[in-house]
């Protein structure tokens, strides 16, 4: 009965700490997830296309890109996708690599790495889905933003266009 009463006293502790620890660290020296949104056009026709290897199924496409942000982010984002075209289903996956250069809801300029991101996008319907995970700061205050991502179509040119909504932790002024 000891025993399971100190495994108990130990269990709430711990719990209690992590609890205090997680809401300490969302508003700890003013610093809050905040919502934002905004556009997005994906320059897709000044993609530099480095290296196209075949399969069975489609190809892996390697390729530097440019995509600029409007609304609440404001910037550029230096776009290395990995892109898994597969035509017989029709899918087209991209990860890899990119740092957004910009501001967030008025900052100061800040990068943000961010290699955790997904893009799905069906090939028949262009429709496009994705989410970014701006999250290893490289330069300006301390912000990370965590994105959804919509496709909502085509310039002329062949540019696409996304709308992006979601959040960002930054240090809120009082």
Excluded at 21 to 45: C, E, K, L, M, Q
Excluded at 126 to 140: P, Y
Excluded at 144 to 162: N, R, S
Aim: charged share 20%; hydrophobic share 35%; net charge negative.
């Amino acid at each position: 009965m000891r025993t399971q009463l100190t495994a108990l006293i130990a269990t709430v502790l711990f719990l209690t700490s992590t609890v205090h620890v997680a809401v300490a660290d969302d508003h700890d020296n003013g610093y809050r997830w905040v919502p934002v949104s905004g556009t997005a056009i994906h320059y897709f026709t000044t993609a530099v296309i480095h290296s196209e290897e075949f399969t069975g199924n489609g190809k892996t496409q390697r390729s530097t890109d440019s995509i600029d942000l409007d609304g609440d982010l404001v910037g550029r984002v230096l776009y290395q996708p990995i892109s898994k075209f597969d035509f017989v289903a029709g899918t087209l996956v991209n990860t890899g690599q990119q740092v957004f250069s910009g501001t967030v809801l008025g900052s100061k300029p800040v990068l943000i790495y961010d290699d955790e991101f997904r893009f799905d996008v069906n090939l028949a319907t262009g429709a496009t889905t994705g989410n970014v995970f701006l999250t290893e700061r490289i330069a300006g205050p301390r912000i990370k933003c965590e994105l959804e991502i919509v496709g909502t179509g085509f310039t002329p040119e062949g540019d696409g266009l996304a709308n992006y909504s979601g959040r960002c932790k930054m240090r809120m002024n009082k």
